[in-house]
């Protein structure tokens, strides 16, 4: 009985020197996986936990354990021998040393695992897209990348056997695996690593496993089944045929119904545009018009069935269904994006909806109101009827840019730097092309405030004479009396003289504008006589009033004539040339009448003799004038 004592003290000194020297390395070794931690983070290839000193660490961690169980039993059978109460009190002490620090080891042990399993990538196990599990931990020289590959070969070769059975994968229990095995075959293999990675037991991963490789050939083999083969052709010719339908009744509705309604209804659909009886689209080219927009509405179709029908196809194949998925999505998300768009923009459009109608309103009050002041139905003190229609006018472009103003602010995208990029390039272009624009627009507001001159008056600037043929807020437009229409810039009118000879003329109450022209005589005629004449001349003129009477101005004294001014007055201001050239004639018959020469003293003293300029016979002239 001593002799087994001593054998087991023997047995259990050894066992403890060698536990302490296994503690030390496991020490030094977790030390090295600490440093190794630390620094995983940085490592280039982190699918799997592929650390050496990790490896080490476990199995070390293994070997512990195991001298640990053989200690444990070794204490349990020095219990059940000792030879007193003492001796068998140490040695449960002893016993309970070891199991608490066996316990305080597998604590350090699963902290270690579980701090790298933030960092930790395992590999996964597949059965073609579908992933069963994750792989972390090695099995000695093996990688756990290289043991998911593995396991993932064996998975789907067997799920290619057309009579396997999926009741017929079985779990053998190993010395230090548990192995998932079909017809002597082992598919997977679950270590105790593995358990304490998952924080289960060996058994219970390895149940999880062949739970999840079960269903996952079982779908698989449902996927590639001759049943679930004949259902995909079935589908794919249904899908067929069903666009084929689709695409004739949509040709069908197009060709047949809605254009031969069209055609056989055109002369009442289609008038025509028209824009203040000006013809833009005839009825035939707005018939084509909308034929053509029929057929791209048609075209559409097919392209949205066709785009339609293409993941309908990749969906019902299993390989191809993500691509399916991917491109119904980008229907869903486009859909999705305007359906939030427009319920977003949805307030605002009420907004621009309200100020559109609060503004064709306001336009439509602001119109009549010019109506009716340009027709004179309305009177206000102080405006004149011309300036109803240019009131307007300048009313209308305030409007219209705050408008734009408010309006612009409301639509989506307007805050984008792409509209805010537009708006500055068009500015731009506006401020440097149109400074000749805006100075003439200005003039014309101008002119029509000052009001020189009104639509239908005869006027003169510079060197052009007519009447006003059209105002517009750029340029005037003169017809002349030779039926010439010559165009003015209202910047050139604001700054240049302008004469209105119909601004007296129109007043009912005034004397009229005054003509006038001026001759010279020589010292010798009588200044009464020259008056005379002149009068007399004047008041043969048609359009010349007798009242007021013509009078004359010696407007110079000249060193060897005098200048006469005749004034008249009319009121026929566009037959202003027809009565000059009849007042020029009168002149030269009233002369010759009264036998007085038109003549200078320059000319006098330069001609032949005392020929007159009179002509001998003036009789006749004169008799024919009566």
């Not at 999505?329 to 009420?350: A, K, Q, Y």
């Not at 907004?351 to 109608?357: K, S, V």
């Not at 004179?376 to 840019?401: E, H, M, Q, S």
Request: aromatic share 10%; hydrophobic share 45%.
């Amino acid at each position: 009985m001593r002799r087994k004592i001593l054998l087991y003290n023997m047995l259990c000194l050894l066992f403890v020197v060698y536990c302490h020297a296994q503690q030390d390395t496991a020490v030094a070794s977790a030390d090295s996986v600490s440093i190794a931690h630390s620094n995983l983070h940085l490592a280039a290839d982190s699918q799997a936990i592929d650390n050496s000193e990790t490896v080490d660490l476990m199995i070390q961690a293994n070997a512990i354990n195991l001298q640990d169980s053989i200690r444990e039993a070794v204490f349990a059978e020095l219990i059940k021998n000792a030879e007193n109460a003492r001796q068998q009190q140490e040695f449960k002490q002893q016993l309970i040393e070891l199991q608490i620090e066996d316990s305080t080891r597998r604590i350090k042990k699963q902290l270690l695992i579980d701090s790298l399993k933030q960092t930790a990538i395992g590999a996964p196990v597949l059965l073609k897209q579908d992933t069963l599990y994750f792989i972390y931990t090695n099995i000695g020289s093996i990688s756990a990348k290289e043991r998911a590959e593995l396991h993932s070969e064996k998975i789907y070769n067997t799920a290619k056997v057309f009579s396997l059975k999926t009741d017929s994968l079985s779990i053998v229990e190993g010395f230090s695996t548990s192995d998932i095995v079909y017809d002597n075959t082992v598919l997977a293999s679950v270590t105790e690593n593995d358990a304490l990675w998952m924080n289960t037991t060996r058994d219970s991963l390895a149940i999880r496993h062949i739970d999840k490789i079960v269903n996952a050939i079982a779908v698989y083999q449902h996927r590639t089944g001759i049943w679930n083969t004949l259902r995909i052709i079935g589908l794919c010719l249904l899908v067929f045929i069903g666009q084929f339908a689709v695409f004739k009744g949509i040709a069908y509705l197009f060709n047949h119904v809605i254009r031969r309604k069209i055609i056989r209804n055109k002369k009442k659909l289609f008038k025509g545009w028209t824009v203040r009886d000006y013809e833009i689209v005839n009825e035939s080219r707005q018939l084509r018009l909308f034929v053509g927009l029929v057929n791209i509405i048609k075209y559409l179709a097919y392209i949205i069935l066709f785009y339609l029908t293409i993941p309908m196809l990749f969906y019902i194949f299993p390989p191809t269904q993500k691509i399916a998925m991917v491109l119904f999505g980008w229907i869903l998300n486009l859909l999705s994006s305007v359906g939030r768009s427009f319920v977003d923009f949805f307030p605002n459009m009420i907004r621009i909806i309200i100020i559109l109608i609060v503004l064709r309103y306001l336009m439509k009050f602001l119109r009549y109101l010019a109506n009716e002041i340009e027709s004179k139905r309305l009177v206000i003190r102080g405006f004149y009827p011309d300036w109803a229609k240019a009131t307007l006018n300048l009313l209308r472009i305030i409007i219209y840019a705050i408008t734009f103003v408010m309006i612009f602010q409301l639509l989506p995208w307007s805050g984008s730097p792409i509209f805010q990029g537009v708006s500055v390039f068009l500015g731009l272009l506006i401020s440097l092309g149109s400074t000749s624009v805006i100075s003439n627009l200005m003039a014309g507001m101008v002119i029509t405030y000052m009001r020189p001159f009104i639509q239908g008056d005869r006027i003169r600037i510079g060197e052009t004479y007519g009447d006003v043929f059209e105002k517009t807020p750029f340029v005037v437009r003169i017809l002349t009396p030779k039926n010439e229409v010559i165009t003015v810039p209202n910047a050139t009118v604001l700054s240049a003289n302008v004469i209105n000879y119909s601004s007296k003329t129109n007043d009912a109450k005034g004397p009229g504008v005054v003509i006038y022209t001026t001759i010279t005589m020589g010292y010798e005629t009588p200044w009464a006589q020259v008056h005379n004449l002149l009068i007399e001349a004047a008041l043969k003129t048609p359009y010349i009033h007798h009242k007021p009477t013509p009078f004359v101005l010696q407007t110079a004294l000249n060193n060897s004539s005098i200048s006469y001014q005749i004034n008249a007055y009319t009121k026929e201001a566009r037959k202003i040339p027809l009565i000059y050239s009849e007042l020029y004639k009168n002149i030269q018959d009233t002369f010759r009448d009264h036998n007085v020469e038109l003549v200078t003293p320059e000319y006098q003293a330069l001609r032949d003799g005392n020929k007159i300029t009179i002509p001998p016979r003036y009789d006749a002239p004169k008799a024919k004038h009566k």
